[in-house]
């Protein structure tokens, strides 16, 4: 589409009862990001209400019209998804704006790829808008959804505000007070600078105050609840509302030793085989889901599902030809007297996939009108890359989608819940900690990727012996393998910490995901590494992890600019002193402009003599710093300790954990 235009959604799909927009947007240097935004406004513009501002700390509508689903990583950056449920919303509602904003000084010129995308209830793509010119804008509205003879259109929009977000939500009718200072000073709180770790510092929230006083102020990403409910007294309800999450420190024990075993509502003992791992994965986590609506609609609407009452079932027969097929379950899911209905096929352990199956499990959702067939597994997909490929009748007028869940996304998604933003009552919380503790355990099968498949042992010993020759398509395999790798790295360590970790994909705009691979594969075949880069929310720099299959040695690192003020042995001084409690064998290198490299050490021997960390040549300039940790990795493919997947995740977690949380996004100052 092109600025201006519009189109009727109905004209392009019979299913867009339920349509999700994506924003889409790439960094050169891979750490520009924005956050987006949706407007809901009556026949006269404006917003009806406080209510009708869809954000960060507000994700998602009391009715399910509207719903956050947050980033995905794509080959030339994010994507941010927004699941839109047009059944359900309400009818005094005329026009839905979506729209992006950018923060702490930065305009939409600095980023590459500016765009939106529209699918319908089964996935498929149904128009696209590209913004080419937006070099001084913060905020855009990127299109909107309205109505017009009882139709939904979709309007490609592309206006932007020099005034951020808070010019854009001013005009829809948002009382934006944008002076956070005044805003603490009025509630008689005090500035804090510290915050949460790489967290922007939050102007006041947009919750309804009192009426005598204006709607807070434009949000900063990621404000708590528990910072909200300190700041505002006089927020509104629903998101002032104290959520239930886990405690930080478990209760005291009241069993006399360590033989005696909690009594947990899932247990895993029992299991033999692997047909017993699927049934009882399905079965604990279809109820969970069905029991915890917060749960159960986050793993369902990045799927097309809409808001509503859902039920899930187990070992339900429908007739297939001669011979009746089992899925291993269904979800239903009924919202003002429609169905919406998903097949769901379960695999764990090492089990694949069969394309014969999930052929079959369309066929039979096509010809009842189900809406999906939800795929589950310990693999992950990876863009561009089937796990199965299925063919689709062209000629049936219902189509189905396909969607794949991973074992590592479904504990990902339980632990931001009851650990970061919690959930509706202590109940909803102890089941899904019952779920968690059920899907970590050895026996249940679900622990994620973990196999670097046939072709991992062949190239590392073709690297070893120096015969991978290029174009060898099983280094190709491991490529793929070390993507699907790195991004449960991601899921794994973002659950833990409750932050958003993305892979960094830096490729330019349009590259095909297969075409990036191939180049990886021959990067692989030409120096026997394979690396990759993390983007974790609220640090200085990129985390980058280096896996060099000729010395078996896995780097991680982390470069942080230099400060633009003070003097280079108060840099040192204080990185050092940041780093009091980091780890004797970290290695600290001296990034310096113009040269291949500067001092370098560890910080064993740099913290008695920080001065050693500064070139000889005081003309030379400091550009920066790089932390390194080196560690061996394991040469075994399954879950062992020495294991190379095992060997990847623990030295991410322990390069964050002891050395990148010391550091903040100016982390000598």
């Not at 505002?232 to 629903?238: F, I, K």
């Not at 986590?285 to 097309?304: I, K, W, Y």
């Not at 990727?449 to 690297?463: D, L």
């Not at 290198?589 to 113009?594: I, M, R, S």
Request: with cysteine; hydrophobic share 40%; aromatic share 6%.
């Amino acid at each position: 589409m092109i600025k201006g235009s519009n189109v009727t959604l109905g004209a392009l799909s019979e299913n867009v009862g339920s349509v999700i927009v994506s924003l889409g947007w790439g960094s050169p240097t891979g750490e520009g990001d924005a956050d987006v935004s949706v407007l809901m406004l009556n026949a006269d513009g404006k917003v009806r209400g406080d209510t009708d501002f869809y954000f960060y700390n507000n994700p998602v509508a009391a009715d399910g019209s509207v719903q956050l689903l947050g980033k995905t990583p794509t080959a030339d950056g994010n994507e941010d998804r927004i699941s839109f449920d047009l059944t359900a919303v309400p009818s005094e509602v005329d026009r839905i704006v979506v729209a992006a904003s950018r923060y702490e000084g930065a305009r939409f010129g600095e980023l590459e790829g500016v765009r939106l995308s529209l699918a319908d209830g089964a996935g498929d793509d149904l128009l696209r808008f590209a913004i080419d010119e937006a070099d001084s804008v913060s905020a855009i509205i990127f299109g909107e959804l309205y109505r017009r003879g009882g139709e939904w259109k979709f309007r490609a929009v592309g206006q932007g505000y020099d005034a951020g977000l808070a010019g854009l939500a001013t005009d829809f009718g948002v009382d934006i007070d944008d002076d956070a200072a005044a805003v603490e000073a009025q509630n008689g709180t005090a500035t804090d600078d510290q915050g949460d770790q790489g967290n922007r510092k939050p102007p006041a929230a947009v919750d309804e105050p009192a009426p005598t006083a204006p709607l807070g102020a434009v949000p900063a990403p990621r404000t708590s609840d528990d910072d909200i409910e300190k700041k505002q007294p006089t927020a509104r309800p629903r998101t002032a509302k104290k959520k239930v999450t886990l405690p930080k420190a478990a209760k005291k024990t009241l069993a006399e030793n360590e033989s005696w075993k909690v009594a947990r509502l899932f247990p895993v003992s029992a299991l033999k085989s692997d047909r017993d791992r699927e049934m009882r994965a399905t079965s604990v986590l279809l109820s969970v889901m069905a029991q915890v609506p917060e749960f159960g609609r986050r793993l369902t609407a990045a799927f097309g599902a809409p808001a509503g009452r859902m039920e899930t079932f187990t070992e339900v027969t429908l007739p297939h030809g001669d011979t009746p097929r089992r899925p291993d379950g269904v979800i239903r899911v009924e919202r003002a007297g429609k169905l919406w209905t998903a097949l769901v096929e379960t695999k764990t352990n090492g089990n694949s996939l069969k394309a014969e199956q999930v052929q079959a499990y369309m066929d039979i959702a096509a010809r009842r009108g189900y809406e999906a067939v939800i795929t589950l597994s310990n693999d992950v997909a990876l863009e561009g890359s089937p796990l199965v490929d299925v063919k689709i009748d062209g000629r049936r007028k219902h189509k189905v989608a396909l969607w794949h869940l991973s074992w590592a996304e479904v504990a990902h998604q339980a632990q931001m819940l009851i650990r970061h933003e919690g959930v509706g009552n202590a109940a909803h919380a102890w089941l899904l900690q019952e779920l968690l503790h059920y899907l970590q355990h050895d026996n249940s099968g679900c622990h994620g990727f973990q196999n670097m498949g046939p072709a991992w042992v062949p190239v590392r010993n073709g690297i070893d012996d120096e015969t991978l020759c290029h174009g060898d398509r099983r280094a190709l395999e491991v490529v793929e393998s070390w993507e699907r790798l790195i991004r449960q790295v991601c899921l794994g360590l973002g659950g833990e910490l409750g932050q958003k970790v993305l892979p960094v994909q830096r490729a330019k705009r349009g590259t095909d995901p297969e075409a990036r691979r191939l180049r990886l594969a021959d990067q692989l075949c030409r120096d026997g590494r394979l690396q990759a880069e993390l983007r974790i929310e609220g640090t200085p720099g990129i985390l980058a992890i280096s896996a060099d299959l000729r010395t078996s040695r896995l780097r991680t690192s982390i470069e942080i600019p230099a400060p633009e003020q003070g003097y280079p042995l108060s840099w040192a001084k204080r990185l050092v002193r940041r780093l009091a409690e980091a780890p004797a064998d970290l290695h600290v290198e001296t990034l310096v402009e113009g040269e291949t490299g500067g001092p370098r050490g560890t910080l064993e021997r740099l913290r008695p003599e920080p001065a050693d960390m500064l070139p000889k040549d005081s003309g030379i300039r400091i550009t920066g710093f790089r932390l390194s940790l080196l560690k061996g990795m394991g040469s075994s493919r399954g879950n062992a300790e020495s294991g190379f997947i095992r060997s990847v995740d623990d030295a991410v977690h322990r390069f964050y954990t002891t050395v990148v949380v010391h550091l903040d996004r100016v982390s000598t100052r």
